[in-house]
T-cell receptor, first 109, second 113 residues
Framework: RKEVEQDPGPFNVPEGATVAFNCTYS??????FFWYRQDCRKEPKLLMS???SGNEDGRFTAQLNRASQYISLLIRDSKLSDSATYLC??????????FGTGTSLTVIP | DGGITQSPKYLFRKEGQNVTLSCEQN?????MYWYRQDPGQGLRLIYY???????QKGDIAEGYSVSREKKESFPLTVTSAQKNPTAFYLC????????????FGDGTRLSIL
């Protein structure tokens, strides 16, 4: 079983839509959780960390459910510039990071 | 500004040749990592280092070598033993404690001539 699993999509949504991505992780000892954004042929960039109580950054909301080993990212009022691949990342003890394969989002005018 | 610098941006390798990818960071991070990304796929860990003069193999270390002589630098050599080296190579760094995220360089694209 993979350490981190994501639905690869693709998700094609109209501008202004709300879209949600989900991610599951296999190791309950995982410590820290992140969402990264990767544009085509570019490096991943940190979008936001995910905290146990859930957290919001503008149009983006991240949730963590440790009991179910599940992380989510909600994007409200989608913009064309949100089109990218979103990577779910889990950090374990020993400074190891585990990446999902990414979920592709295209926002359509 | 602090960050991670990878060079070159594009690199071409001839058959039987070793090539070295540079990664330098001025973030004062102890841990550094090398990943490989193939088209349409996720990141796979090649090597990582948590401290100077120490490094560990990742999932796909065969055909690669690294060194960590300075905290700031973690070069990756792609040897002739790596038969399919064409990929996007990403260097990252992180603070060792506190559950902090990784920061990435902007990558090197390696192709076979």
């Amino acid at each position: 079983r993979k350490e981190v699993e994501q639905d690869p999509g693709p998700f094609n949504v109209p501008e202004g839509a709300t879209v949600a991505f989900n991610c599951t992780y296999s190791n309950s000892a995982s410590q820290s959780f992140f969402w990264y954004r990767q544009d085509c042929r570019k490096e991943p960039k940190l979008l936001m960390s995910v905290y146990s109580s859930g957290n919001e950054d503008g149009r983006f909301t991240a949730q963590l459910n440790r009991a179910s080993q599940y992380i989510s990212l909600l994007i409200r009022d989608s913009k064309l510039s949100d089109s990218a691949t979103y990577l779910c990342v889990v950090r374990r003890t020993g400074n190891q990071f585990y990446f999902g394969t990414g979920t592709s989002l295209t926002v359509i005018p | 500004d602090g960050g991670i610098t990878q060079s070159p941006k594009y690199l071409f390798r001839k058959e039987g040749q070793n090539v070295t990818l540079s990664c330098e960071q001025n973030l004062n991070h102890d841990a550094m990592y090398w990943y490989r990304q193939d088209p349409g796929q996720g990141l796979r860990l090649i090597y990582y280092s948590q401290i100077v003069n120490d490094f560990q193999k990742g999932d796909i270390a065969e055909g690669y070598s690294v060194s960590r002589e300075k905290k700031e630098s973690f070069p990756l050599t792609v040897t002739s033993a790596q038969k399919n080296p064409t990929a996007f190579y990403l260097c990252a760094s992180s603070i060792v404690t506190g559950g902090q995220p990784q920061h990435f360089g902007d990558g090197t694209r390696l192709s076979i001539l």
